[in-house]
């Protein structure tokens, strides 16, 4: 059974930091990618990390604040989230497929999702 978790959420305060994991069970994954889902908003793409010679991708929202990174030996893809915002405040879920995408609809399985809220 394939699974994503991911874990890691909280509460932080503006311009504090967070680490999010996702672990995957069951398959390795080329692409995993975060994204993330406020109130009433449409789910966005925050970051995604793919292949062998793992190559990165950002939105220009969180370009230069978070770092998208992988641990092959846990099957685990970490975002470290710094320089927190407000408007960062979501659902993060990570999503896995084969190749790299910025649309949802793009990735065929998913986690559950974390609350990450950032309070000003």
């Known amino acids: 059974q394939v699974q994503l978790v991911e874990s890691g959420g909280g509460l932080v305060q503006a311009g504090g930091s967070l680490r999010v994991s996702c672990a995957a069970s069951?398959?390795?994954?080329?692409?995993v990618a975060w994204f993330r889902q406020a109130p009433g908003k449409e789910r966005e793409f925050v970051a995604a990390i793919s292949g062998r010679v793992t190559s990165t991708y950002y939105a220009d929202s969180v370009k230069g604040r978070f770092a998208i990174s992988r641990d092959n030996a846990k099957n685990t893809v970490y975002l470290q989230m710094n320089s927190l915002k407000p408007e960062d405040t979501a659902v993060y879920y990570c999503?896995?497929?084969?190749?790299?995408?910025?649309?949802?609809?793009?990735?065929?399985?998913w986690g559950q999702g974390t609350q990450v809220t950032v309070s000003s």
């Open positions: 069951g398959r390795t994954f080329n692409t």
């Open positions: 999503a896995a497929d084969l190749g790299v995408s910025r649309l949802p609809r793009s990735y065929a399985y």
